[in-house]
Each structure stands twice: as structure tokens, then as C-alpha cells.
């Protein structure tokens, strides 16, 4: 792998795609290879970590499960809809394979409504529902490559 240069990275937040482990791994896989460039967030996840929503050219550091920096992506659209309203193009973008947004929602909610997500939102209950509002927002791969860390 090659090396960020350290301007690329330093100062700027992590891009963490869902929780250590598998999943993370094919993420960010997915998104060195080119196939992942949207991701879908809840707000209420945002509101919950006292996070303001993404913006249209902020950069974030890209990690792996071993919170290793991998690559960098930017911000290029940011849209707040209910889940009734993602679009097909948006879920084949997410780069997991899905053809269908009724596809792309059974895995998206298998996630939502997972243990480690309920634990996260500290809602042992939490579910999600037509009206829920969902973060969209495409990046594009702007570095990549093994850095040092910081």
C-alpha cells in the first residue's frame, strides 16, 4: 500500500463505516475499490453522539477495524429524507450488492435493529419505520493508501 502523505489526513475527523469488525472491512473495502459511494446515517444516531451532519466538501480519514487510516474521502451530497424515500440509485451506490431497495432495506434494517446499534442509540427497543429520517450522502475516495499514525 502506498502512504498518505500526512497533509491528506492530519486534523481532520475519522470516517468510521459501521462497527469494528467484517462489515467494516467490506465497507471499506468497498470503498477503495470504487463500488461504495453513498452511506446512509440515522439522525437520530447524529443527535444521540452530539454530531452535526456531514457537509458538502468536508474530508474525513477513512479507517479500518483497527482504526488504521486507509484512505480519504470527501463530502459530495448530503440529503435528509424519510426511510420511504431512498431511491434505488442511492442503494445500489452503497456498493453491499443490493438491486433493490427492498433489498437494501432489509439489510439496512437487520443492522439498525441490531444488537450493537440498539446498544449504541442506548435504546434496547429502537426500530425503524417509514417516517424515520436517514442521512444520505455520497463521497468520493479523494486519497489512499496505509498512513503512519498520527
Do not use: C, N
Not at 42 to 51: A, F, I, K, R, T
Not at 55 to 82: F, K
Not at 137 to 150: D, I
Request: no cysteine; aromatic share 6%; net charge negative.
Amino acid at each position: 500500500m502506498t502512504t498518505i502523505p500526512p497533509q491528506a489526513y492530519e486534523g481532520l475527523p475519522k470516517a468510521e463505516f459501521a462497527f469494528p469488525g467484517p462489515l467494516r472491512d467490506q465497507l471499506v473495502g468497498a470503498i477503495l475499490d470504487g463500488s461504495k459511494t453513498s452511506t446512509t446515517g440515522l439522525v437520530v444516531d447524529y443527535e444521540h453522539d452530539g454530531d452535526p451532519l456531514p457537509v458538502v466538501g468536508a474530508r474525513a480519514v477513512l479507517v479500518d477495524s483497527d482504526d488504521r487510516p486507509v484512505g480519504v474521502i470527501e463530502t459530495t451530497e448530503v440529503r435528509v429524507v424519510p426511510l420511504a424515500e431512498v431511491d434505488l440509485a442511492h442503494a445500489v451506490d452503497e456498493g453491499e450488492g443490493y438491486t433493490t431497495v427492498a433489498q437494501w432495506r432489509a439489510g439496512h434494517e437487520r443492522f439498525w435493529h441490531g444488537e450493537a446499534m440498539r446498544a449504541a442509540l442506548e435504546d434496547p427497543g429502537f426500530t425503524v419505520d417509514d417516517t424515520t429520517e436517514l442521512v444520505l450522502e455520497r463521497f468520493r475516495l479523494v486519497a489512499e493508501g496505509q498512513a503512519p499514525l498520527p
